[in-house]
């Protein structure tokens, strides 16, 4: 009898069974009855009753035949443990279709392969990104030695006015270049 293991989708033992079928027709083929007029054709020479025997006598043996072979048949599929290794296949078959790596669907190495493109493209963006943050720090560094030197040059424009401020008060005169003194 057959067993539905927790998934469901195939009975446990369908490969015992289909191996067993698979016997008994692949015998069944070999060992057919001959219909009694191929007796009666073989055995020309023989009376009615004769042939009617050998055909009776051939289809006993045929049968015997058929029983002792399925006999030795499942006696050696015992012994050699058949039946739990095609169970133990079947399950190793069923478990491989229900993890997506092992599937026939999906292909390990596509999967190795997109995850690298994946990363190799974050990597990119990330040196981009950072590449853009040199450059505005760059930038900023240019921005502030501009600011620094006007800073010197408007200290500088500052001692000047000073200076002449204190020239022009000095000589008591105000200076010639238009400044006003306040």
């Known amino acids: 009898m ?8 195939s009975a446990i033992g369908s490969r015992r069974s289909g191996l067993t079928k698979s016997f008994k027709l692949a015998i069944g083929s070999l060992l057919t009855a001959c219909s009694k007029q191929e007796i009666c054709k073989a055995f020309e020479n ?9 055909h009776r006598l051939l289809i006993q043996v045929i ?9 030795e048949f499942e006696s050696l599929c ?3 443990q058949v039946g739990t290794a095609l ?3 079947e399950q190793l078959v069923e478990e491989q279709a229900l993890d997506p790596l092992l599937s026939d669907k999906t292909n390990v ?9 994946i990363k190799e493209n974050e990597i990119q963006h990330l040196e981009n990104m ?14 502030i030695e501009v600011l620094k030197k ?17 020239g022009s008060l000095y000589h008591g005169q105000p200076a010639s270049n238009g400044i006003n003194n306040p």
Request: net charge negative; proline share 0%; glycine share 4%.
């Open 87 to 89: 169970d133990t296949v």
């Open 150 to 166: 006007e800073q010197v040059d408007i200290s500088g424009v500052a001692d000047a006015v000073e200076k002449l401020r204190r």
């Open 130 to 143: 950072l590449q853009m943050a040199e450059e505005q720090n760059h930038s900023i560094r240019a921005c």
């Open 78 to 80: 015992l012994e050699t």
């Open 46 to 54: 023989f009376s009615a009753n004769e042939q009617e025997y050998l």
């Open 2 to 9: 057959e067993k539905r293991d927790e998934v469901g989708s």
């Open 63 to 71: 049968a015997s035949l058929h029983g002792n072979i399925e006999e």
């Open 109 to 117: 190495v596509d999967v190795a392969q997109n995850v690298l493109t």
